[in-house]
């Protein structure tokens, strides 16, 4: 690594330099694992004094190089190997599941929680590739679609990237974790269709033909006709009419609706999504599965893009 001193004191307590006049936030100083100091600018490492005086700085000479142990080989840990494959196992699954690769994707576009990554693995500043791997969850999960000599020879001079990379995943996924496992519910098969058995009619042909003929024949007084059925048992007309049914219930209100899914609603705002109408809608959609609805929001998401 390359140790600096500027102006005689240690970097932390120097502020930002400055390159072409202008304030250079991509001038990074970072303290490695072995307590060691490094600069990199525009995420390429500062080689030594020559390129250090190649960057315009406004005060040259308050930099200088105290110690070099780039070329200096890292030993690897003996769980190295284990490692690798874990992090290739996680990534398998990710891209195997959307909920899991939403999961993680919208995990890493949040510079709040990101920033915690960054923080316990600041080695991914002194290379802008390794930056960017870390930071974009589409060129990692291209990164480790294929393993080949060149991305672990990348990896063996890096350790820290499967370190970064199995704490980014148990990050997104350990509190999720119940959620993602469970089986995609299935709607349960409906019941047998039962038939309806044969209803005999409450007036025969004859009950209904002598009823006529007696109303034109004038017979009928006050509006009230009489029917009789087989047995001769009089009907009076206005029994003829059913009850009305009973009225339909009320659907249920937005406020029962929320209550009937408040975990869920929970669930989905941990999730990311935010928008608890929207998260109502496909609740009630997919009857209360949470797995249905985040396929839902997923799908709404997609469809919205393009």
Not at 88 to 103: A, C, D, L, P
Not at 160 to 175: E, P, R, W, Y
Not at 192 to 221: D, H, K, Q, Y
């Given at each position: 690594m390359?140790?600096?001193?500027?102006d005689?004191?240690?970097?932390?307590?120097v502020?930002?330099?400055q390159i072409?006049?202008?304030?250079?936030?991509?001038v990074?100083?970072?303290?490695?694992?072995?307590?060691s100091?490094?600069?990199?600018?525009g995420?390429r490492?500062?080689?030594?004094?020559?390129?250090i005086?190649t960057?315009n700085?406004?005060?040259?000479?308050?930099i200088?190089v105290?110690?070099?142990?780039?070329?200096?080989?890292?030993?690897?840990?003996p769980?190295?190997d284990?490692?690798?494959?874990?992090?290739?196992?996680h990534m398998?699954?990710?891209?195997?599941?959307?909920?899991?690769?939403?999961?993680?994707?919208?995990?890493m576009?949040?510079?709040?929680?990101?920033d915690q990554?960054?923080?316990?693995?600041p080695?991914?500043y002194?290379?802008?590739?390794?930056?960017t791997?870390?930071n974009d969850f589409?060129?990692?999960q291209?990164?480790f679609?294929e393993?080949?000599?060149?991305?672990?020879?990348?990896i063996?001079r890096?350790?820290f990237?499967?370190?970064?990379?199995i704490?980014?995943?148990q990050?997104t996924m350990?509190k999720?974790?119940?959620?993602?496992s469970r089986?995609?519910?299935?709607?349960?098969?409906?019941?047998?269709v039962?038939?309806?058995?044969?209803?005999a009619?409450?007036?025969?042909?004859?009950?209904?033909?002598?009823?006529?003929?007696?109303?034109?024949e004038?017979?009928?007084?006050d509006?009230?006709?009489?029917?009789?059925d087989g047995?001769?048992?009089?009907y009076?007309?206005?029994?003829m009419?059913?009850p009305?049914?009973?009225p339909?219930?009320p659907?249920p209100?937005?406020?029962d609706l929320?209550?009937?899914y408040?975990s869920?609603l929970?669930?989905l705002?941990?999730?990311g999504?935010?928008?608890d109408?929207i998260?109502?809608?496909?609740?009630?959609?997919?009857?209360?599965?949470?797995d249905?609805?985040?396929?839902?929001?997923?799908?709404?998401?997609e469809?919205?893009?393009?």
């Amino acid at each position: 690594m390359v140790r600096v001193v500027i102006d005689n004191e240690t970097v932390e307590n120097v502020p930002l330099l400055q390159i072409n006049g202008m304030k250079a936030d991509e001038v990074i100083a970072v303290c490695g694992k072995d307590k060691s100091w490094f600069v990199t600018v525009g995420g390429r490492r500062l080689e030594g004094s020559d390129d250090i005086s190649t960057l315009n700085l406004i005060d040259r000479s308050s930099i200088r190089v105290v110690q070099d142990t780039r070329n200096t080989p890292q030993p690897l840990s003996p769980d190295f190997d284990a490692k690798l494959k874990t992090v290739y196992e996680h990534m398998n699954k990710i891209v195997g599941s959307n909920t899991r690769t939403f999961i993680i994707s919208d995990y890493m576009t949040d510079a709040n929680k990101m920033d915690q990554i960054r923080m316990k693995y600041p080695e991914m500043y002194l290379d802008a590739h390794i930056y960017t791997l870390l930071n974009d969850f589409y060129t990692l999960q291209a990164f480790f679609t294929e393993r080949t000599p060149e991305k672990e020879s990348l990896i063996r001079r890096n350790p820290f990237i499967l370190d970064a990379c199995i704490s980014l995943v148990q990050n997104t996924m350990s509190k999720h974790r119940d959620t993602i496992s469970r089986p995609r519910l299935v709607a349960p098969p409906l019941p047998p269709v039962v038939p309806i058995a044969p209803v005999a009619p409450l007036f025969s042909a004859e009950s209904i033909t002598a009823a006529l003929r007696s109303a034109m024949e004038g017979n009928v007084r006050d509006g009230d006709a009489v029917a009789r059925d087989g047995m001769g048992a009089p009907y009076p007309s206005h029994s003829m009419a059913a009850p009305p049914p009973p009225p339909p219930p009320p659907p249920p209100t937005d406020y029962d609706l929320r209550q009937q899914y408040r975990s869920q609603l929970i669930q989905l705002r941990e999730f990311g999504f935010v928008h608890d109408d929207i998260n109502l809608h496909v609740l009630v959609e997919s009857n209360g599965a949470i797995d249905g609805a985040i396929e839902l929001l997923i799908a709404m998401r997609e469809s919205m893009e393009h």
